[in-house]
């Protein structure tokens, strides 16, 4: 018999593919059913968030970084207006910031409900979608009573946030609380995490040692996810998270080897809970008085000089940069997006000869990348 | 289903034939009430439209619903969130590759005129319409659920108003896009 010939084919997956979550581009070099090689185009959602902020006021910037991140609004305007109350040299009201935390929580676990979601929905399947969908509503809702928005919220302003939080909303938010954690969590884990076609799609697949995670940048869950446990929020706290007791979850290789999609994964769900957590004591501890320096809503004028903050989103470390020179703009900005290291990794990752198409998807859903933040 | 019916007009069968006419309503009816969006998620609106395809909102309940991945068994494209130099060639692809009749639900204010990138963005085109032909404009930062929900009854009504005459008339001619 005659030697049956292969040759390799090179495959285009996105700008428009259900799984790449938004306009990203992979050109895959196959062989058969196994991946050589991989080349990654960014660039289709370029925002031109850095030169906009440029050209508006300090406070006119914050609806611009609702719409990096748009998954989780909340933390990208906590990371902005920080940064700009750090150049200013002030701090936020005592309730503001209680108020910051909670929102920032409760929106990092609607982002990982996504997260969850379209995780199994990429994998194949589709009823986790669903149920992820049913919770995220309800902190929707409680978002919409907030501020009126279910998606950019512009919530958290320079100086405080921009609507006072009423003893209803805190009633919702205990009483989502109540409900999510331990029932939902558990039913999670029921339905995707301990399912057995899930593992062996997951587990052992993309695996990220530790160096090869801190070589790449890599942060947040996914850094996490590889048994480093770094958090900002415990690290370096800012805005009063010090205050809080909380556990910082990382990956140890339960199902396969440490740093693999199921170790990120399981981050993600785990990191709910610890969300919860911090929401909860915040209820309890939350003060009475302003929640918002009405003075700053006009104008705000820092002083010549430069600063530089950075909070941990729901992908991993967001930092802005803001050189100012005086004016009422900001005279240059740069933003550190967690997603646009995450993304570096991916074609490392695909270069270990063992991945195979089926994986890609796999590999790409736990990576948790959203393109508004990778192209900005 | 309510609001399709409301187009069937009884009057109608006594000025053309009634064979043609009553065909025509009955393609229309099925074609309005399986309409098979593109799964074409660009950005922030996508969440959205996820949403709406979602438990809450379930599209499903009017006659809409299973995103298809491809142009190919698509009639409906709702280009949801902003359309940017480098992306407007696909998207008009992508409109060239599905099948008639097809139709153009523009979500979103970057989508319909540049959003909120209208005056400093150097990247956002300004108005999905000067790629291909809009037919509803669902207006919002990004529009809620509800809203895509209207658009896309607007969308069935106009897909009761489809002529089968008229579908010679109105084939769209490829073209390139020129970024400006």
């Excluded at chain 1, 030169?51 to 748009?70: C, I, L, W």
């Excluded at chain 1, 609507?163 to 339905?191: A, H, Q, S, V």
Aim: charged content about 25%; some cysteine; proline content about 5%.
């Amino acid at each position: 018999m005659r030697d049956i010939r292969t040759e390799e084919m090179l495959l285009n997956m996105g700008p428009q593919h259900p799984s790449t979550h938004g306009v990203f581009r992979v050109v895959i070099r196959t062989d058969g059913e196994m991946v050589l090689e991989t080349e990654s185009h960014i660039g289709y959602l370029h925002r031109c968030f850095e030169k906009v902020a440029e050209n508006v006021s300090y406070v006119q910037v914050v609806p611009y970084t609702d719409r990096m991140d748009y998954v989780c609004s909340m933390i990208n305007n906590l990371g902005w207006a920080e940064a700009v109350e750090k150049l200013l040299g002030i701090e936020a009201p005592e309730r503001a910031q209680y108020i910051r935390v909670m929102v920032a929580e409760l929106n990092r676990i609607a982002s990982h409900l996504l997260a969850f979601g379209t995780y199994g929905m990429d994998i194949g399947a589709v009823t986790p979608f669903l149920y992820a969908f049913r919770d995220r509503e309800k902190i929707l809702k409680i978002f919409e009573k907030l501020c009126g928005q279910r998606l950019n919220y512009t919530y958290v302003r320079v100086g405080g946030v921009s609507f006072d939080i009423t003893d209803e909303i805190l009633k919702d938010i205990e009483d989502f609380c109540n409900y999510f954690e331990p029932d939902i969590i558990d039913e999670y884990n029921r339905l995707l995490s301990y399912n057995g076609i899930f593992i062996s799609r997951t587990a052992n697949v993309g695996v990220i040692p530790r160096q090869m995670a801190i070589g790449y940048g890599l942060t947040g869950p996914n850094l996490r996810g590889s048994g480093v446990r770094r958090d900002l929020r415990k690290d370096e706290p800012y805005c009063i998270y010090d205050r809080f007791q909380f556990e910082i979850p990382a990956g140890s290789g339960e199902q396969g080897q440490t740093g693999d999609c199921w170790d990120r994964y399981m981050v993600r769900i785990r990191e709910m809970t610890q969300s919860i957590m911090i929401v909860r004591q915040a209820l309890k501890g939350i003060p009475s008085g302003l929640h918002l320096d009405k003075k700053l809503q006009l104008k705000v004028k820092p002083p010549k000089g430069e600063a530089y903050h950075k909070v941990e989103g729901a992908r991993g470390e967001l930092g802005f940069h803001i050189v100012s020179d005086g004016s009422e703009k900001p005279y240059r900005v740069k933003t550190r997006g967690p997603s646009f290291c995450n993304i570096s990794v991916l074609d490392e990752l695909t270069r270990t000869g063992k991945c195979m198409v089926a994986d890609m998807v796999a590999i790409i859903g736990s990576l948790d990348i959203v393109m508004g933040e990778v192209d900005r | 289903m309510g609001n399709v019916l409301e187009n069937l007009n009884p009057d109608s069968f006594t000025k053309d034939t009634v064979f043609i006419n009553s065909l025509e309503n009955l393609i229309n009816l099925t074609r309005a009430n399986s309409v098979w969006p593109l799964t074409f998620g660009l950005a922030c609106c996508a969440i959205e439209m996820m949403a709406t395809g979602a438990s809450k909102y379930d599209i499903d309940r009017f006659g809409s619903g299973p995103f298809r991945a491809t142009p190919r068994q698509a009639d409906l494209m709702i280009v949801a969130g902003t359309v940017t130099h480098k992306m407007a060639p696909r998207v008009k692809r992508l409109y060239d590759m599905m099948p008639e009749p097809k139709y153009v639900l523009a979500m979103g204010g970057c989508v319909i005129r540049g959003g909120p990138y209208v005056k400093y963005g150097y990247h956002v085109v300004k108005g999905v319409d000067l790629i291909v032909p809009v037919d509803v404009y669902v207006p919002g930062c990004p529009p809620r659920p509800e809203a895509l929900l209207e658009g896309i009854f607007k969308i069935q009504k106009l897909m009761m108003r489809e002529k089968i005459g008229d579908r010679a008339r109105k084939s769209t001619k490829p073209e390139v896009y020129q970024p400006a």
